[in-house]
């Protein structure tokens, strides 16, 4: 049923309603001042993201948590009571997309609506299409469509499993440590953080800026409770640096941008299955492979499906997961189920909810 404002609400033409008569999402090319009755404001240009190639969303977990906090401040103002509030968005069809993925995305974590519910009321109320589905940030043509739908999921999905907690994200230390010179790695799951590749021995990568080597994560990892590391790239430094330090190392190399070979996959799960502390693993930028040899656990033991974990870790450390990595993660999906459902002494494999899940590269949803 459509939520979009018809003529009579006096500057609300073509407005989404999400929460009835206090929250809306528009489309158009102006921000009106305020008025006595509605508030505007816009996120478009302060909240943005930083393309690899032609990659453009979803917004990262910061902004969102940016995001969440501008809203509960305009919801708790005393000057903003009574007033409706209005997130416009430009009709770039890029920067309403991600407009759309931040006020779909508070619908789902603050206000419990479900991911289905919360796509159903832009997919109904919005006229024409003004959203495009995001795209892996790769140089070659997209073929895996990731939706509205997809983020929303992702995010309600990894709320339900603890993989974080917004009341007790630490925004500065996300922004911080995603950096390449303070790190460049983000923490995924409780169970696992992706990492860039480091160095063996420090190099300026351009003046100002050099390489991280491996001693330069030995504190965080050890504060982050990290046992063991894994190695998805050639290498570029002696696995005793870490070994010396007090971590357990894995190899486990296979061709950049490229599938897991079933052995390596295998190996893979073996080694995150036995490994009672948290894995730290990267590649060469710590995006592609990385992020595919989580998904594969994430699915197995979690439920998750392909494209609630990719979603999700884009959404928690951009660019991952890319190419034909995508679409083996949608091949792998029913066989990590069904396994994790043996493990666990499941009789029967239910799958997990797949609304709006269509072909291997496409799925439903705006």
Known sequence: MSRMLGKDAAGLEGAVELLQDRFYWQQRTDVPAETATVH?????QTLCYEPFYDDFGPLNLSKFWRYVQLLRAKFAAANLQGKRIVHVSSPDKRKSTNAAWLAGAY?????DVSPEDANDIFASSVKGCPFVPFRDASQAPSSF??????????????????????????????????????????????????????????????????????????????????????RLNKKS??????????????????????????????????????????????CKAGLGRTGTLIGLYCMKHHGMTAREFIAWNRIVRPGSIIGPQQHYLCEWESKMWAEGARMRGETGVKSPATAGLGSEGKAGGV
């Not at 505007?40 to 478009?44: L, V």
């Not at 983020?151 to 390449?180: N, S, T």
């Not at 923490?187 to 330069?216: H, Q, R």
Request: hydrophobic residues 35%; glycine residues 8%; negative net charge.
């Open 40 to 44: 505007y404001f816009c996120t478009d």
């Open 107 to 111: 619908l789902v974590h603050e206000c």
């Open 145 to 230: 469509h990731l939706t509205l739908l997809d983020c929303f999921a992702g995010l309600w999905k990894a709320k339900q499993l603890q993989y974080f907690d917004l009341e007790k994200f630490d925004c500065w230390e996300y922004e911080h440590y995603e950096q390449v010179e303070h790190g460049d790695w983000n923490i995924i799951t409780p169970k696992f953080i992706a990492f860039s590749g480091p160095s063996g021995t420090k190099t300026e990568i351009y003046p100002g800026l050099y390489s991280m080597v491996p001693s330069d994560y030995f504190d965080i990892w050890r504060k982050k409770g990290v046992g063991a590391v894994v």
């Open 237 to 282: 430094y002696d696995s005793r640096d870490f070994t010396r330090a007090g971590f357990r190392h894995h190899d486990l190399y296979f061709i950049d941008g490229s599938c897991p070979p079933e052995p390596i996959a295998r190996r893979f799960l073996e080694i995150a299955e036995n490994e009672p502390g948290v894995l730290a693993i990267h």
